[in-house]
């Protein structure tokens, strides 16, 4: 088990230090993506937005049922 492991481990080292064309795929993959799904998406998604729609949600239904 830990010689399987310790064999991944050195195959992956390898193509780090010198990169094959599958691992040069991946860098290039990886910049595309964040230029498809700008920051702001994922700042939309942040727990202190998500918690500050509830609130902004809540305070309208309040004020209906004030109403």
């Known amino acids: 088990m ?3 492991i310790l064999i991944q481990f050195l195959k992956i080292y ?3 230090k ?3 064309i599958l691992s040069l ?3 290039k993959i ?3 993506r964040s230029q498809q799904f700008p920051a702001r998406l994922y700042d939309q998604a ?3 937005n998500l918690n ?3 609130q902004l949600v809540k305070a309208q239904r309040e004020r209906e049922r004030a109403r």
């Open 14 to 16: 390898k193509r780090m």
């Open 52 to 54: 500050q729609r509830l």
């Open 2 to 4: 830990i010689k399987q």
């Open 18 to 20: 010198n990169p094959s």
């Open 30 to 32: 990886i910049p595309l």
């Open 25 to 27: 795929s991946f860098t």
């Open 46 to 48: 942040s727990p202190e």
